[in-house]
C-alpha cells in the first residue's frame, strides 16, 4: 500500500540554525500538507500546497517557515532561524484528486522529531 | 470548521465492540464527518468519513445521527493495536477548505 515517507526520523539542531524536512507524499497525489505536534499538545495545522503554490497557511506559518516542491517527488519544509519552541513532531500528509472538499482523505507520514537546543 | 466534543478518555476490553461518539450540534448541512486516530508515536491515519448515511469499511463502521448533530464510530472487536487518540473532524466541502482541525479527541485503552 502506497504510504508517506518522511527523513529524517529525528533531527537535532542548535537554535536559530536552518532546517530542512523532507517528505515523500503518494506518488499520484496533488495535495501537500504540512502539520506539527508540540509534544502534549494537539496536532495543528501549518499549511497547504497545491500547483505549486500555497493555497492556505495558518498563524503559525510565518515568515520563518517555506515549503517547496524542488522536484516530482518530494515535498519539503524549510525553517529558516529555528527557535525552541519549534521543538515539535512534524507530520507531512498528501491528498488526492479529491482535495479540496469534504470528502478529501489525507494520508499522513510518520513524522519527523525537531529538537531545537 | 465546526467544533466536535468528544470524551477525553474511554476503555474497552479486547475482542469486545467499542462506541466512540461525537457531538457536533452545530454541524453545516454540507460538512463530512471525518474519523482519524493517532497510534501512540505515530502519525494521524485516516479511519472513515461520511455525509449523512452509515459507512462501513475495513477499519469501522461509523454511524450517523438523523439529525447529524452526532455520530458514533464503531470498533466492532478492540484489538490492543486500536489503542489509540481517535479523533473526530468536521471538513467542510467549501471551496479553499484545505485543513484538518484536531481536537483533543478520545483516547482509547483496551484491556487485555
Known amino acids: 500500500e502506497p504510504e508517506v515517507t518522511q527523513t529524517p526520523s529525528h533531527q537535532v539542531t542548535q537554535m536559530g540554525q536552518e532546517v530542512i524536512l523532507r517528505c515523500v507524499p503518494i506518488?499520484?497525489?496533488?495535495?501537500f500538507y504540512w502539520y506539527r505536534q508540540i509534544l502534549g499538545q494537539k496536532v495543528e495545522f501549518l499549511v497547504s500546497f497545491y500547483n505549486n503554490e500555497i493555497s492556505e497557511k495558518s498563524e503559525i506559518f510565518d515568515d520563518q517557515f517555506s515549503v517547496e516542491r524542488p522536484d516530482g517527488s518530494n515535498f519539503t519544509l524549510k525553517i529558516r532561524s529555528t527557535k525552541l519552541e519549534d521543538s515539535a513532531m512534524y507530520f507531512c500528509?498528501?491528498?488526492?484528486?479529491?482535495?479540496?472538499?469534504?470528502?478529501?482523505?489525507?494520508?499522513f507520514g510518520p513524522g519527523t522529531r525537531l529538537t531545537v537546543l | 470548521d465546526a467544533k466536535t466534543t468528544q470524551p477525553n478518555s474511554m476503555e474497552s476490553n479486547e475482542e469486545e465492540p467499542v462506541h466512540l461518539p461525537c457531538n457536533h450540534s452545530t454541524i453545516s448541512g454540507t460538512d463530512y464527518i471525518h474519523w482519524y486516530r493517532q497510534l501512540p508515536s505515530q502519525g494521524p491515519e485516516y479511519v472513515i468519513h461520511g455525509l449523512t448515511s452509515n459507512v462501513n469499511n475495513r477499519m469501522a463502521s461509523l454511524a450517523i445521527a438523523e439529525d447529524r448533530k452526532s455520530s458514533t464510530l464503531i470498533l466492532h472487536r478492540a484489538t490492543l493495536r486500536d489503542a489509540a487518540v481517535y479523533y473526530c473532524?468536521?471538513?467542510?466541502?467549501?471551496?479553499?477548505?484545505?485543513?484538518?482541525?484536531f481536537g483533543k479527541g478520545t483516547k482509547l485503552s483496551v484491556i487485555p
Open positions: 506518488s499520484n497525489h496533488l495535495y
Open positions: 500528509a498528501s491528498s488526492g484528486l479529491a482535495g479540496v472538499g469534504g470528502a478529501d482523505t489525507q494520508y
Open positions: 473532524i468536521l471538513k467542510d466541502s467549501g471551496a479553499g477548505s484545505y485543513q484538518l482541525t
